[in-house]
């Protein structure tokens, strides 16, 4: 039984994660059709710079508490993060917007390519510890473990998506956003300036990766060049499982395949009778994304409302 | 006086095909202007123009006495050019409201964005009673009231009008011209753009009839009704 709360909770905690990302996926998606795939590399870049600047505030002998360091570290990472983004979208997707759906896709994994180089020749091909700096409190719940940290992570994940969903839904630029996701055209019509729409898309996005890499990096103590590459993978899965371009199935793909992927792991020794272990976690991500693929291509939210009469 | 809309020797190219001309055509405040002409005669590629989704080969356009050519896409619906598109161009997976609110999108007095809704409201009753449904689940004829709707809440100067009868049952589209009707009574400017040449020329005060991309007439509205050639070739009869 705690085993089974363990690993709820792990999966709990790391969907979280996936699903923050998945997000930054799915809005991109969403208002242009296009599959970010540097999105991975932003959330690495959020996570390296966190490190490093959390290393040189204590290199500098600021004397401030673990989460204070941290806080620090995830104000820089943020807008770097966002003006990475928007200089992707304005470099790379907005020349080939009207080009065929296949070269800005190629262009993305290109700039995912130059991004994770980038990141090695600054930052090394080592994995960089994340700074002991946060407490290791440990609390018993029901049987089962649960850090402050993990609390953390859930809690600011749930904040950052109820004020995503408040943005989207209530805002004026939210309700351009999703004008402009339907009909461009028409949207331009009624004065909105797309660029600026799908610019904010990045910057958002963006600003929600950097957060999840940082919260990568403190829940796995490390963080390393080419760790946006499968966390980039599984949260595209994630925003799969969901129904891509939903935001709410974002959410919902996203705690979905931590869950399943952290209960699977737990029980893959016991499954295979040992010649599986729990380090072919990695395998059900894959396993549901072509499951979803063949059977619900939509995703579980992906239904689409009727746009024309 | 001037013109409020001043179209001198207009000329639009997609790729190699003449679409439109050289066309002149004006259009005096509160007069509503009838465009018909057969499918294919330049009468949206016009109007599209008109807005900026498409980009003039030759010609000037002078809106309110200035030319709109340098104008970014969603500039013109601040300067009072607004379209209601081909098809409606509804946004359906948004509420009856927030379609609405869009159409106000360039506006930022709120109080009285809240006071034109109900006005929409006032004129369109069905809207009302949906204003919280998502508009792609609206009848074609209530689409088509989201869109008349939300193109009046940019408070335009010139309202554009492309096809709004297309799709429609006859009954809907008699309800349809009685708004443009009611909204022409308010005073405010509009180009209209109909394959219905004898539904447009009843509601307008003056026509223009476009050929293959050139006005081939221009008149009262009354005058086209009445003219034979227009009358065996649009009116079929």
């Known amino acids: ?309 | 006086m001037n013109p409020l809309l001043d179209i001198k020797d207009l000329k639009v190219a997609y790729g190699g095909i003449h679409a439109v001309k050289g066309i002149d055509l004006n259009i005096n405040k509160g007069e509503l202007v009838a465009l018909i002409g057969a499918n294919g005669a330049g009468k949206s590629t016009t109007l599209k123009t008109l807005v900026g989704m498409v980009k003039p080969a030759g010609g000037e356009i002078l809106f309110d006495g200035k030319p709109t050519a340098r104008l970014a896409p969603y500039d013109y619906v601040g300067k009072g050019l607004v379209l209601v598109p081909e098809g409606r161009g509804i946004f359906g997976r948004l509420t009856v409201e927030e379609n609405l609110q869009m159409g106000a999108y360039v506006r930022n007095d709120k109080a009285d964005i809240a006071n034109d809704i109900d006005r929409v409201f006032s004129l369109f009753p069905r809207l009302k009673e949906r204003r919280s449904q998502l508009a792609g689940t609206l009848s074609g004829g209530e689409q088509q009231m989201v869109a008349i709707g939300r193109a009046m809440m940019s408070r335009p100067k010139l309202l554009l009008l492309d096809e709004p009868s297309m799709g429609l049952a006859p009954i809907i589209v008699q309800k349809i011209f009685e708004i443009i009707r009611m909204i022409a009574a308010e005073g405010v400017t509009m180009l209209l753009v109909e394959q219905n040449a004898k539904l447009a020329l009843q509601t307008a005060d003056r026509g223009y009839v476009m050929e293959s991309g050139r006005i081939t007439l221009a008149d009262s509205a009354a005058n086209l009704l009445a003219n034979e050639k227009i009358q065996q070739a649009y009116l079929g009869e």
């Not at chain 1, 019509?189 to 963006?206: E, H, R, Y």
């Not at chain 1, 709410?248 to 705690?255: D, I, P």
């Open chain 1, 1 to 309: 039984m705690d085993i089974f709360l363990q690993q709820l909770i792990n999966g709990l905690v790391v969907g979280s994660i996936y699903a923050l990302i998945a997000l930054g996926y799915t809005m991109v998606y969403g208002i242009m059709q296009l599959i970010n795939f540097a999105h991975g590399e932003i959330v690495m870049i959020g996570a390296m710079v966190t490190i490093t600047c959390i290393n040189l505030l204590i290199g500098a002998g600021v004397n401030l508490p673990g989460p204070l360091l941290l806080l620090a570290g995830l104000l820089m990472a943020i807008p770097v993060s966002m003006l990475l983004g928007y200089t992707i979208e304005r470099v790379a997707y907005r020349p080939l917007r009207r080009a065929p759906r296949l070269a800005p896709l190629i262009t993305a994994i290109g700039v995912s390519i130059v991004l994770q180089q980038a990141a090695m020749l600054i930052w090394g091909r080592n994995y960089r510890p994340f700074p002991q700096i946060l407490p290791t409190t440990v609390h018993d719940f029901f049987g089962a473990a649960i850090t402050d940290l993990q609390i953390a992570i859930v809690i600011l994940s749930l904040v950052l998506m109820g004020g995503l969903f408040w943005l989207i839904e209530r805002t004026k630029l939210g309700r351009a956003m999703r004008a402009t996701a339907q009909n461009p055209d028409v949207a331009g019509l009624m004065g909105v300036n797309i660029n600026t729409v799908i610019s904010m898309t990045f910057i958002i996005g963006s600003s929600l990766g950097a957060v999840a890499g940082v919260m990568v990096a403190a829940n796995y103590d490390q963080a390393h060049a080419y760790m946006g590459f499968m966390i980039g993978l599984k949260a595209f899965t994630a925003a799969v499982l969901g129904g891509i371009g939903n935001i709410g199935g974002a959410v919902v793909g996203g705690l979905l395949l931590g869950i399943i992927e952290s209960l699977g792991s737990g029980y893959l020794g016991d499954l295979t009778g040992g010649f599986l272990g729990s380090h072919y976690k990695d395998i059900f991500a894959f396993v549901v994304l072509i499951g979803v693929l063949v059977f619900r291509p939509s995703g579980l939210l992906g239904e689409r409302v009727a746009e024309r009469a």
